[in-house]
């Protein structure tokens, strides 16, 4: 597994919403070009990491490296140059209902970019198209099953050729055939653009097939992080109990 290094890094991150403490002193590297997934419990704080990697969140204390700079203390000007490098599919697809297919994907080049209207629709249809949707430009989100939703929702972030994508749970409330269709998109995506993704994921197989690199965060940190054979062979109790699913073992389900 080569790289040519980590494009983002989390360093000994601390984030509390009051007092709830939901990271403490987490530790993570994100290599570049490479696919990793984040596995862990529901609520344990990935949706919380991954905003802190675009600054949508602030840690308490720590640091977030982007490239090899901190973004921590960035005003908003500089926060959105640095959130151009990015691609973000949240976990509803977060679609704007009252838009077409065309506005909604078109939405980050109109606001980032001086492209014509013809120039933008030519894009919006290579990336619906990279999607497997081509033609649904005149349709509204209200017309798409939630696996359209999502698949509009990845040709939205990619419409600006970000360097860096970061997907939230996008498999949740699929079923399996469109988990595995949406997986596979995520994979070429990452092979056809050269992208580095980061993907939080439920799904431990789809996270062996996507991932070059698993990382499970518990407890407000991360315990582990390798390969999916290196992840299937840990000998922690921990990860074991979650990639198999068991409902008994030190991670405490009720
Ligand atoms: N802005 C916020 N204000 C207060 N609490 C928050 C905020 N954002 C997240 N939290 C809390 O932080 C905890 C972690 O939330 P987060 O969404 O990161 O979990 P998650 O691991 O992504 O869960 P899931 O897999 O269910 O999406 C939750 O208890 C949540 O309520």
Known sequence: MSNTGDIIELQDIHKS??????????????PKGLTTVIIGRSGG?????????IGLIKPDQGQVLVGGHDIV??????????RRRFGMLFQEAALFDSMTVLDNVAFPLREHTHLTDQQVREKV?????????????????????????????????????????????PTTG??????????????????????????????????????????????GEIIVQGTPEEIRHSDN?????????RPEGPIDVI
């Open 17 to 30: 919403f009051g007092s709830q403490r939901v990271l403490k002193g987490l530790n993570l590297k994100i």
């Open 45 to 53: 704080g990935k949706s919380v990491m991954l905003k802190h990697m």
């Open 73 to 82: 203390g960035l005003n908003d000007h500089q926060l959105n140059q640095v």
């Open 125 to 169: 249809s290579e990336k619906l198209a990279m999607v497997g949707l081509p033609g649904v430009e005149k349709k509204m989100p209200s017309e798409l099953s939630g696996g359209m939703r999502k698949r509009v929702g990845l040709a939205r972030a990619i419409a600006l050729e970000p360097e860096i994508i970061l997907y939230d749970e």
């Open 174 to 219: 699929l079923d399996p055939p469109l988990s595995a269709a949406i997986n596979r998109l995520i994979a070429d995506t990452q092979a056809k653009l050269g992208v580095t993704s980061v993907v939080i994921s439920h799904d431990i197989e789809g996270a062996y097939e996507v991932g070059h690199n698993i990382a499970m965060l518990y407890n």
């Open 237 to 245: 109790e921990v990860v074991q109990q979650f990639i198999h699913g």
